[in-house]
Every structure is written in C-alpha cells, then in structure tokens.
C-alpha cells in the first residue's frame, strides 16, 4: 500500500485506532423536554445525515418505494391499516350473549407502518412524504373519540378476559384473545413519532389525550395491565407500552406517565414467583423457557423484548441501574439459549428452546426487535458485543425477509425448504412483519457510526454508508461482507475506533499518513459450524409451528424437516445457503445427508451466478475423506421473493 502504515488487531476486543484527540461538546439525552438521568454511552447520527448504500441500501430504497413512497402504499396500505380504527371491528365477535369480547390485532398495523415511515421522513428528508405523516395523522384522529380513546375495538373497555368467559371463547376464536391495549400501545408510539417528525403539536396533543384516557380508564377499572391482554401472554403485550409511555414523559414532564409506569414495575418483581418476574429471575442460569410451564404460551419472543426495550427506557429515564442489569441478564440468557442459525432468538415466535432445536424458524418481527434490543444495550453501555449480535441478525435473517422488489416481507424465515408469506386478519396489504421492516434499517443507520463521551468516533457497522456526525463525515464502501476489505475515508482527522467482529480472528488496519483514509482487510474465517447433539421426532408443538399456516402445502416442509442436526457454513456474518438460483437440483436440497461432528473443513472460492449478492464454490474436505463440492451463495439472497407454496427453493444445511 505503499503510504500506509500497518496495525494489527488480533484480540477479540473493539479494535481502536486514535490519529488525534478532539473534544466535543455533545447531548446524550434522548428526547427533549425531560434529560436522562442515566446518560447513554454512545451517540448516533442523525438519521437525515445518514446514507445507508450497497446491495443492502438499494434494498432498502426498493422497500421504500413500494411500502412507503408509492401512492399505492399511501392510499391502499394505510387505508386498509386506518380502516381498523374506522370499523372498530377488531372485537368483531360474540362470545357471551348480546356481548362481542375479545378481539384481532388489526389494529397494530397502522402504527408499525407509521412508526416506519416517520423516521423514514426524517432520514430522506423529502417534504412531500413529511407531509403525508402529518396528514395521516390527522385522518386517523378524526376516529378520536371526545374522552380521548383512538383505538380498533367498539368496546374500549373490552382488554381483558374472565376467568368464567374463557371456555367460550375458546370456542368462538379457538384461543383466548384480545390485543387492545397492544394495538394503541402503537397508535401512541407512531403518532409521538410523527410529531417528532412534524412538529405538529395537535398530533402530540393526540397522543397525550389517548394515554390519559388509557391511564384513567384502567384505574377505574381497578385493573393492572399484568392481567390484562390474552391471558396466556402474561401481561406482556400490554406492557409493553412501558417505552413510548416513558417517551411521552421526557417529551412532555408530564409525572402521570412516569407514576402509571412506576405501577408496572412491581408486577414483574413479585413475592408470589408469578410468571415472568423478570427481577427475580434475572440471575437465573437455565434457559429462560424452563422457568415456568408451557412455554409455547407464554415464551412470546418480541412482546417479551418489547417489555425488556421499556425497562432499559425506565433505566435511561430515573437512572435504576437494576432495570439495566437484568435486563442485560436476560439477553445474555436468550443469546446463549434461543440463538438460532438464522442469528435471530426463538423458534418461530416463541422462546422455546431454538439452539436445542435441529430445524431453524424465526419470525421477522422477532428479528426486528433483537436488533433493537441489542442497539438500545450498545447506546447505554458502549459494549460491542450487542454490534455483533446486530451484525448477524442483519445480514441473515433480516434481509432474508424481504422481497427483493419492495413490495413484501415474510412472516417467517426458515432453514430449509421455503419462507412463509402470511396473510393476517383477513387484510390484503397489512401484516405485523412486513410494517415493521423500515424500522431497522433506520436503527442500522442510527448504529453505523458513533461518538462517545470522550469525543472519540467508533466505526460499527461495515456496509457501504455515507454518516455525518459532529460535522465529520465518514465514507464506507467496500461491498461488504461480500467482500474482506473495506475503505473508510473521513472529512477530518479524528479519534477513530473499529470495530473487530467476535468471528473474525485478525483484522488489518492500514492508515494513509495524512490520517484520512483507513483500509480495513478481514479474515473472513471461512468455517463449518456443526448443530447440537439432539434428537427429534416429526411431532409435537415445534414441528407444527415449524409448518406454521401450510399445513395444505407440506412438501418439502415435512420432507426437509431435521430430525438431528446438520452443519452450516459461514464466511464471516454469512450463512451460506445452497439453493435453486446456483444451481441446486431439488433432489440435492432433499439430500438430508450431512458432514456435521465429522471433523471437515470448508475452502471457499468466490464464483459468478446470477441473481445473488455473493457466491461461492464451496469444497468440504476431511483427511482421508471424499472431498464435497457445491455452490452456495448468501443466505439473504437465496429465497427472498414470491415463490409457489409447494416450492423447495433452498437449504442452508450442509
């Protein structure tokens, strides 16, 4: 390289470079009117001085086009999702004579979709679209009732379920549901946002209105939000309106939200070991789905993260350090015990054992707010351990989810076979996935590139950006992790930070002399990654939920399900993935036949094929052992678009 010195980084520690000190004056509190009395450790940019490029941005753009910026999606995406609170048909059912109870979580939609594409305004800065989130806004408030309620059920009153009406219910909807106060919990955290966004204060006004009547309406029920919701569910779906009722307090000062949130917490710190006691529990070492029976009822994966993201909102807020530190004991837990070959946590959508499990199923919803778990733990804390759980979750099963042509995502994704594409609550445009997509790319923006307390700038994320932060702008391209280096070239010089990913043995470091351009050369650590050592049978709750709604179209579903482990093959955060488009027969799919625990190793040499991000012949060798030889490409790009129900497209088990 000539003008550029080398720098070796061989610990698994965050690699840290310093071309100079400079000191910087900076805010670390989130919102406005009320500071944090628990600082954050790091800062992101902007998302409007954030530009998030590559093969992963240009899916992004494609995503927003269709789902966001087309006048299809402003007109028959939202209309559809708004008509919930129009109908207010979510309790569309009578289970008691002469009394509908219950409920859908139609009402959900709308304020995914919204809570997306606020921050998508603020990232393109496009006023047309700024423009539309105020709009929107105002046509969903005109369902506003006077005393304050915006919501999708008739009865406002109807968010919780008698022990003595449970029979009949179960026959009316097959299982005990209502989602009420889930569905306004993102009514009131979409409409925040949009006046965030806006600064139209007739939106906040909303919001507040929505959140007193709430907070008033559940105290002269006499009810807790803990028994509230399905009762199986534990509380946590309707808890977890603990992060945007805290956000409404830094907001507006207002001590209504900050007391009613003070009145969850002791809810899951209980003397009597009701389940979940977070608190409590916190220290335990089992797997989180051991600690109480039936899991597969009240294990639900991204509601329980949910929960976790208010506690750590609690702790940012008033400065508890204990809500922190469980729940960075309780991540830790599900990192060890969920973490699932796609780099998500839970089996489908429930934590339930999934790194026991020798099938691989995870909902996109679940991988969205893992992501957000992680980037909230890494702001407070500055730990990059939570960037490299990101990192995974990113390249594999996040933009697995999404079609390729912007125009859906799936509601699962799995290891082998097919994707699942749901339809929900009878809607055609709508589904709890697909609405929440935007949002993690505006994290992924967010997270790229940090400053913490000591002015120091720390490099996180590698795909191709353009970041502005303190008036420094940093430039990433490199096309990874397609490829091993990367180029990073910065406005000024300044303190510089990267991060070295847990995956990688050896990073590289090269920085031009002049302190403005650095070259980052990866060890990509090519390797084969054997499954654990279990057993299972094609029965049970696993295996169905595996299947999910295609119980119809089981081909390939039921052929391809494992009944004992198989490997995978990673070049750095990818999982590679065999599949139709290089070249796979179906009957090489169906092939359960594997190397796992038989000691190979893998040599990767980057290929051609058409229609994938990155591809590589693949060569399994073992001493004295037949060498295997395939293609594979990344996972991401193996299965991500519309394909026939009965389809066997790929398979990441080798």
Known sequence: MGHFGKIFFMNTKAASVCAACVALAACFDGFAGVPAERPDAMRGASLRDVRLQGVPGEKMQTFFRERILSETAQRDVFGEARSAFRDRDDDERVVVPGKKMGGLWRGEFWGKLMLGTARVADYLQDPALTKFVGEECHRLMKYQDADGYLGSYADKENVWIPEDVKPAMAKVYGWNTVWNLWNRKYAVWAMLMAYKTTGDREILASVERQVNQMIDMMHRLNLSLFVTGQPEKVGLPSMSILKPLLMLYTETGNRKYLDYAKEMLPDWDRADGACPNFFRNADRTGPLYTWYPNPQAWGKTYEMMSCWEGLLEYARVTGDTRCLETVEKLRDNVNRTELNVLGDVGYADQFYGAAEQPNASTEVCDTIHWI???????????????????????????????????????????????????????????????????????????????VDHSGVFHVNFYQDAKVTLDGVTFEISGNYPASNAVRVKTSKVVATQFRKPAWCPKMDVEQSKDGLQWVLTFDMNPRVVDGPAVTVKKEGWHYGRYQNSETAEKLGLQDMYRTTSAATVWNGPLLLAKCRRTGATMNSLLDLSTVNGKGYSVKLTPCACEGVWAAWNVELTKPGAPTIKTRACDYQSAADDPFGKSAVVFSVWF
Not at 384 to 391: L, P, Q, V
Not at 402 to 412: A, I
Not at 427 to 445: F, G, I, K, L
Request: net charge neutral.
């Open 372 to 450: 957000r778990l992680n980037l909230d733990l890494f702001l407070m804390t500055g730990d990059k351990k939570y960037c490299d759980a990101i990192e995974i979750a990113y390249y594999n099963a996040f933009l697995a989810s999404v079609y390729r042509d912007g125009t859906w995502s799936m509601f699962l994704v799995r290891g082998a076979t097919r994707h699942n594409h749901d339809r929900q609550c009878g809607y055609s445009y709508n589904h709890c996935c697909v609405n929440n997509v935007p949002r993690t790319w505006m994290d992924m923006a967010e997270g790229t590139v940090t």
